[in-house]
T-cell receptor, first 112, second 111 residues
Framework: EAEVAQSPRYKITEKSQAVAFWCDPISGHATLYWYRQILGQGPELLVQFQDESVVDDSQLPKDRFSAERLKGVDSTLKIQPAELGDSAMYLC??????????FGPGTRLTVL | DAKTTQPTSMDCAEGRAANLPCNHSTISGNEYVYWYRQIHSQGPQYIIH???NNETNEMASLIITEDRKSSTLILPHATLRDTAVYYC????????????FGKGTLLTVNP
């Protein structure tokens, strides 16, 4: 069964450093999402792509976060500089034509 | 999107049916009710969704009241592997199908 791939699974970094996460969606899925999940809360949408275009980045802290999906396939989420409050699980999901979203295993970020 | 209200936690005995309620009294006519679950340290997993009619798949059944103000997710024979946080989400059709997660219900299935 096709799955959403994410790497790394775990990342420890010091504050003020740059960090990047990678996501490879299920083949053929045009829509890709990045979520952030703080411990004890539900996931929060950061950015949504339709192919290579951003359709919703209203909750993305644009002063330090950036996301790209240059060829409309895989995607990278970057944080620069990382802050202590960025410690969270970062989840990637993909979907086809607005149907159910398939989530990857996530990247757990710890900022020291 | 409709605000949903779920109990913080529930317990269920293994092998018994788990009935998870969700209130969505402000749901609009074109909003679907979606259910996802998240097992500890994993990404959320889609379970089922519906608009007006009751729905059933291999994982669960979804019962939506006639006035659409509430719904119940039913796991007919809960197993230990069903222990997870269950999220009920209102999703407006044509809105890029954005999911707005609340805190969900932690279902603990006990042996």
């Amino acid at each position: 069964e096709a799955e959403v791939a994410q790497s790394p699974r775990y990342k420890i970094t010091e504050k003020s450093q740059a960090v990047a996460f990678w996501c490879d969606p299920i083949s053929g899925h045009a829509t890709l999402y990045w979520y952030r999940q703080i411990l004890g809360q539900g996931p929060e949408l950061l950015v949504q792509f339709q192919d290579e275009s951003v359709v919703d980045d209203s909750q993305l802290p644009k002063d330090r976060f950036s996301a790209e999906r240059l060829k409309g396939v895989d995607s990278t989420l970057k944080i620069q500089p990382a802050e202590l409050g960025d410690s969270a699980m970062y989840l990637c999901a993909s979907s086809s034509q607005g149907l159910e979203q398939f989530f990857g295993p996530g990247t757990r970020l710890t900022v020291l | 999107d409709a605000k949903t209200t779920q109990p913080t936690s529930m317990d269920c005995a293994e092998g018994r049916a788990a009935n998870l309620p969700c209130n969505h009294s402000t749901i609009s006519g074109n909003e679907y009710v979606y259910w996802y679950r998240q097992i500890h340290s994993q990404g959320p997993q889609y379970i089922i969704h519906g608009l007006k009619n009751n729905e059933t798949n291999e994982m669960a059944s979804l019962i939506i009241t006639e006035d659409r103000k509430s719904s119940t997710l039913i796991l007919p024979h809960a197993t230990l592997r069903d222990t997870a946080v269950y999220y009920c989400i209102g999703v407006r059709g044509g809105s890029n199908y954005k999911l707005t997660f609340g805190k969900g219900t932690l279902l603990t299935v006990n042996p």
